[in-house]
Structures are given as C-alpha cells and as structure tokens.
C-alpha cells in the first residue's frame, strides 16, 4: 500500500500533468485560431483576385460586343429585335 507522501506525490505530479497538458491546449487553440485567421485572409485575397479576374473579363467581353456592334449593326439590330420579339412573347402569355 502507497504512503501518505507517495500518495501526494502522486497527486502532485498528477496535477502537474494536468496543467502541463492545459497550457499545451492553450497554445494550440492558439496557434489554430492563427491559422484560421491566415487562412481566412488567403481565401479573401483569393476571393479578390478572381473578382477582379471576373471584372476584366466583363470589360472585355463588353469591348467585343462594342466592336461586334459597330462592324455589324444590321445583324446587332436583327438580334436584338428577335430576342425582343421572343421575350415580349413570353412574357405576354396568360
């Protein structure tokens, strides 16, 4: 049988484990919300980057459509009166 001194060096070093094994929880809840933080401002960096990607590419979608419109307003002005037509028909039906 254990001893009153075994038993409460058991019971310190018991303790000691136990705050040793909470700061260690601490300082990985740390470095977790770190790496969450880094990895939240990668992805709105990345989220900027491909919103400004998408937004040249609107500008030069709309400069094509410019220059399709310019070298060829007859067909420009069939199209828009055919997807008109098409919508206005849809759209009217009861």
């Known amino acids: ?10 019971l310190s ?15 990985a809840k740390s470095h977790f ?3 969450a933080e880094a990895a939240g401002l990668e992805l709105k960096e990345e989220a900027t980057d491909q919103l400004r990607q998408g ?3 609107v500008e030069d979608l709309s400069e094509q459509a410019s220059g399709y419109m310019k070298e060829q307003p007859l067909a420009t002005l069939s199209f828009a009166f055919i997807a008109g037509f098409i ?8």
Do not use: G, N
Not at 1 to 10: I, S, V, W
Not at 15 to 25: I, P, Q, S
């Open 1 to 10: 049988m254990a001893t009153a001194k075994e038993r409460e060096a058991e």
């Open 55 to 57: 937004r040249k590419k």
């Open 33 to 35: 919300r770190l790496a």
């Open 87 to 94: 919508l206005a028909h849809i759209f009217s039906r009861k």
């Open 13 to 27: 070093a018991s303790k000691e484990a136990v705050m040793d094994a909470y700061d260690k929880l601490q300082e």
